[in-house]
């Protein structure tokens, strides 16, 4: 199996343009340079932008939901077939270990399948009105879409965000991340395999410059961005230039708080997975641990324990922990760590024997008895790094919890049926998971923040009406 994408060209209306202007891909298992990208300048912002509006409106508009959705079957069909064509291409972009990649692969596949269910199941509603009237709602695409995505997760990103968007009628811009945009080129490529007609997505490659151009063009429709706090201000500024709507997701701070009742032995797995999954390079990562006095101890010593046996190395060694994906994201990891001196480090991964020096590996790293209002607890790390923070009560649990800017995720950890309802409703953050974390990923669950990790919703059917706008149609027959 192949799929067929020319190496430093982008697509637009169909056909791989390239630039003079190309940025170097770094493998960050090897720090080896693995291949170049172009970068997308203004004049072919402009071209995908006219692009993307002739197809919506002399193409696209014109192909029901029922056709939509069986594209996007096909696509998701496709994605499977290639599983280890892409997870091996993610692998070595990202650095991600090839079985977390194999999971990103089946997570796009999913979505695809997800979205093409429900593209011709969004309706709106009548609406009874004045005597002689009858009042419908129509939900529209936007239109023009931008999809501005990072390196993390680029498969399980452009899933939730380019497959809600084309079942909903809309065309879009795709911008993946300079360090790591070879799956949406592939994804691109199959697009077509898939009879996505030329122009509907379109893929723009480039540095933040690009990311700019994009967000600031004045006929973009409709922004969605994953990426960084100072990033996401930047977009939604330019959003509101241009007065489009904007979908941000930028990340968070995310407790799993543990009370003194809680299945211990359940919760481990998830306390520890949530924290690493990915080199703790995750928006959702569960990078505070909030344990209860009677269990303290208890939770140290076993999180210590499993720290210990944490084995880091390269993507294809397929070890819990790959590499960092850059050089400038493993210098701001580790200053993160330096940060942490003052404090308890309880536990620190190993290395694999054989590991790379030139690969931008760091050690997972669990801290203990961290203050809620120091450095490591606040901002969030984006690196392998765990704090546990003892809280005596509730209510203690609570301020700490939600003593953050952030408020993407967070997890109760109780058998106490009562106590689970009232944490779920006072803890400020767009998904509460109890007794678990994550939900194995939940394509179909709304997913988002609040404060400082961003608005709207994506994934789940909430997305298709981020991606849509509602028209109220008010018609009088008397
Ligand atoms: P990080 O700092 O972790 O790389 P960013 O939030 O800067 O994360 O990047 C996420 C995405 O946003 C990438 O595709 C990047 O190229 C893009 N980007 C960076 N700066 C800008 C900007 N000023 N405007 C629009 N997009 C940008």
Redesign the pocket.
């Known amino acids: 199996m192949t799929i067929d994408f020319p190496n430093k060209h982008f697509l637009i209306n169909g056909e791989w343009v390239c630039s003079d202007v190309e940025l170097d891909l770094i493998n960050p298992s090897t720090g080896d340079i693995i291949g170049q990208v172009s970068a997308a300048g203004n004049d072919h912002i402009n071209d995908a932008v006219r692009v993307a509006r002739d197809t919506l409106e002399n193409t696209w508009n014109n192909i029901t939901a029922r056709e939509r959705s069986s594209i996007l079957t096909k696509l998701g069909r496709l994605i499977e077939e290639n599983i280890d064509l892409l997870a091996r291409l993610e692998a070595t972009d990202v650095g991600k270990p090839l079985k977390q990649a194999r999971a990103d692969v089946k997570a796009l596949a999913r979505y695809m399948e997800f979205y093409a269910g429900a593209a011709d199941k969004l309706h709106g509603d009548t609406i009874p009105y004045l005597q002689d009237y009858t009042v419908y709602t129509l939900r529209e695409p936007h239109g023009v879409c931008a999809h ?4 993390n997760y680029p498969m399980q990103i452009i899933g939730r965000s380019v497959g809600a968007a084309l079942a909903t009628g809309n065309t879009c811009i795709l ?5 790591a945009c070879l799956t949406a080129l592939a994804f691109g490529a199959l697009t077509r395999e898939a009879g996505l007609p030329d122009g509907v997505l379109n893929i723009v490659t ?7 151009h ?2 600031q063009h004045s006929g973009i429709d409709h922004i969605s ?4 706090v ?3 201000i ?2 939604q500024q ?1 959003a509101a230039q241009n007065v489009v709507p904007v979908t941000l997701e930028l990340g968070g701070k995310s407790p799993q708080i543990v009370f003194n009742d809680a299945d211990l032995d359940a919760a481990l797995p998830f306390l520890v997975n949530a924290g690493i999954q990915n080199a703790g390079q995750t928006c959702s990562a569960s990078s505070r641990i909030l344990v209860q006095r009677g269990n303290y101890a208890k939770v140290v010593s076993m999180m210590t324990a499993k720290y210990k046996m944490l084995l880091v190395g390269s993507a294809m060694d397929d070890l819990d922990i790959g590499p960092l994906i850059s050089k ?2 493993h210098e701001i990891v580790s200053d993160y760590i330096r940060q942490g001196t003052d404090l308890e480090l309880a536990a620190k991964g190993k290395f694999n024997a054989d590991i790379n020096n030139d690969g931008f590996y760091c050690l997972p790293h669990l801290f203990v008895d961290v203050p809620p209002d120091h450095s490591l607890a606040q901002n969030e790390i ?1 690196g392998p790094v765990q704090i546990i923070i003892p809280f005596e009560d509730e209510d203690h649990a609570i301020e700490i919890a939600n003593g953050t800017g952030f408020g993407l995720v967070a997890s109760v950890w109780t058998q106490d049926g009562s106590r689970q309802m009232r944490m779920a409703q006072r803890l400020r953050s767009g998904q509460v998971f109890i007794n678990n974390y994550g939900a194995g990923g939940g394509v179909e669950l709304p997913f988002g923040g609040r404060g400082l990790s961003g608005h709207g919703r994506e994934k789940g059917f909430e997305a298709m009406f981020g991606f849509t706008t509602l028209k109220t149609v008010a018609h009088y027959h008397g």
Do not use: H, N, R, V
């Open positions: 501005i995505i990072p390196w911008k993946p991340a300079e360090e480039g540095s933040g410059d690009t990311g700019a994009l967000s961005f994953t990426g960084s100072s990033t996401g930047k977009i330019s400038k994201q984006f």
